[in-house]
């Protein structure tokens, strides 16, 4: 059967910063300074009264969508949500498709809800609620049962009905529909689509960004491919009418029990300085994107997917080799040929676009008995990238010159692949940092997130994200195909649109040995459809054009 899964969620962005000098005699000075600071921003203090000096450069400590989460001594987690639009929520879901063994009719579903119990119960934040909303401090809330009644809808798509749009409903149903009852419900639902003609389902995985990132919704399908190929006698969870209990297990610990974030004095006072003085000048940068307005209505999330086959994927992530790049570099560089072309040069002068970039990988051996690659949780910062005005001149000069004279189109192609490799190099540096020195680790010294967000959802910085979670093994180690067994066939990875973060998400991911699947979203209203539309459409014809005849044609 396969599982497809789909996420919409926020997105985490930090911005470059520029060093400055300040003089400060100990760390605690520092903290000191750094509280002040922020009073100070909020009106409460006087500028007389923060001890510092500071040289003016571009900042921002991090743009809208950060979720940060701390922990009390009673291990209730205090979670202090930033949100890039305050009256929607935000989700994330991944769509996987099972396929099925030999299971009957009579016991699938009844068999297939007890597995997604049993993978549940295996990340604690899937199985919690959520008080306190409206306040400056949220906590989470264990839950002693779940009632899959408010969670799991069953869908059976006819032999007359079309599978993929039923599935694209489902997806955009996901995206855009608010969770209800946060004290009561864990912040996560699902739609199975059991198809009348074939021999799989999808499951569309939604949940909302508070309670994990991206990879997250991943562990949970390994965690439920896992369920549904183990033995019924090792089934721990009980489940009467859709209803079960929830043990009692080991809370998740917050992400800096996991993870050492560590930040220097400098870092701090050079970053903060940065966001106090860009703000009054962000909306003039040649990079922010002024022709995406930031509107809180209509909070409407429109998705678009594009798949490439795994004999058109291969020759693709073969040349990004070649050129000493990755496909999340390549998809970057191609999307700044199709917006220098499909927006005029007086709306964008240049761009800046973003990536999500994992922690887990940063984890130290014994740290902790928690291991962040099997746990959910959000544990990404995000990777700034300009595209300056010159360098989006050249491209749109050499995309019309390559429409004029076919032989130049080798001009835009090495220029896109010299894009992406740059882009490569950008992200190679910031992996070697690893933790450190990030703005993620400054999280600790925002005491009121909701001002705080407020403050920086005025001007949309990012014109559009890629986020790659990378390959799915889809199928259970050991598994011969002698006898039946689920594997996963396909994958989507969705978010919804960011109402003041990058007008265009990306977002990728793609199962062992299938295809790969890449879908846009933006809000509706505010980002024009044939643009959005326009855009992924260039990308899925260039990336089948590489694949496919080993170059990039811009002149179609």
Same mark, same amino acid.
């Given at each position: ?12 962005? +930090? ?80 769509? @996987? ?69 039923? !599935?694209?409903?489902? !997806? +955009? ?19 199975? !689509? ?95 994107? +002024? ?28 040349? @990004? ?9 390549? !998809? ?146 050991? +598994? ?19 109402? @003041?973060?990058?007008? %265009? ?37 260039? %990336? ?13």
């Amino acid at each position: 059967m396969r599982l497809k899964s789909a996420a919409n969620g926020i997105d985490d962005r +930090n911005h470059s910063t520029v060093p400055s000098r300040v003089w400060t005699s100990s760390r605690a000075e520092t903290y000191r300074f750094c509280q002040k600071l922020s009073a100070w921003r909020s009106g409460s203090t006087p500028v007389t009264d923060v001890p510092f000096i500071l040289l003016p450069g571009p900042f921002s400590l991090t743009a809208p969508g950060l979720v940060c989460i701390s922990y009390f001594e009673d291990q209730h987690l205090t979670l202090f949500k930033m949100n890039r639009f305050p009256k929607a929520s935000n989700q994330l879901g991944i769509h @996987c498709a099972f396929m099925l063994g030999s299971t009957t009719e009579s016991i699938f579903e009844n068999k297939f809800e007890h597995a997604i119990a049993s993978a549940i119960v295996q990340h604690p934040l899937f199985t919690v609620g959520r008080i306190n909303e409206a306040s400056k401090k949220q906590y989470w809330v264990r839950l002693d049962h779940i009632d899959f009644n408010n969670h799991i809808t069953w869908q059976t798509v006819s032999e007359e009905e079309d599978h993929r749009k039923a !599935l694209d409903a489902a !997806l +955009n149903w996901q995206a855009n529909e608010r969770y209800t009852e946060l004290e009561t419900r864990p912040q996560w639902r699902a739609t199975i !689509l059991k198809s009348a003609k074939g021999n799989f389902v999808d499951v569309v995985f939604a949940w909302d960004h508070t309670v994990g990132d991206g990879k997250s919704g991943g562990f949970f399908h390994d965690s439920l491919l896992a369920c549904l190929n183990q033995k019924p006698d090792n089934d721990t969870i009980t489940l009467d009418d859709r209803y079960f209990k929830v043990p009692v297990t080991e809370f998740t610990p917050p992400l800096h029990h996991l993870l050492k974030l560590p930040v220097s004095p400098s870092f701090i006072v050079s970053t903060f300085s940065q966001d106090l003085f860009s703000q009054s000048k962000s909306d003039k940068l040649p990079h922010t994107a +002024n022709w995406a307005p930031i509107k809180m209505e209509p909070f409407e999330s429109r998705l678009r997917s594009i798949t490439l086959p795994n004999d058109v994927l291969k020759p693709v992530l073969d040349a @990004c080799r070649r050129q000493e790049t990755t496909l999340t570099a390549l !998809l970057h560089s191609l999307i700044s040929v199709s917006m220098a072309t499909r927006l005029a040069e007086d709306e964008a002068r240049a761009f800046e676009c973003g990536t999500p970039i994992c922690l887990r990988q940063f984890q130290k051996p014994g740290m902790s008995k928690v291991d962040l690659k099997k746990t959910a949780i959000n544990s990404v910062v995000y990777w700034p990238y300009k595209f300056e005005p010159g360098v989006v001149a050249t491209i749109r000069q050499q995309v019309s010159d390559a429409q004029a004279s076919q032989e130049l189109n080798k001009e835009i192609e090495d220029t896109v692949w010299s894009v992406a490799k740059s882009i490569r190099k950008g992200l190679s540096a910031k992996l070697k940092l690893g933790a450190k020195n990030d703005t993620l680790g400054l999280a600790k010294f925002i005491t009121d997130w909701k001002s705080y967000l407020l403050d920086h959802a005025k001007t949309r910085t990012h014109s559009w994200e890629v986020s790659n979670l990378g390959v799915m093994q889809g199928d259970m180690a050991g +598994n011969t195909g002698t006898e039946d067994y689920w594997r996963i066939e396909d994958a989507t990875f969705t978010q919804s649109a960011s109402v @003041c973060g990058p007008a %265009l998400t990306f977002s990728v991911i793609s199962v062992k040995g299938e295809g790969i699947t890449i879908s846009c979203s933006w809000q509706t209203g505010v980002i024009d459809d044939g643009l959005a539309e326009g855009v992924s459409k260039d990308i899925g014809m260039w %990336l089948n054009g590489l694949g496919r005849n080993g170059c990039i044609n811009f002149t179609e």
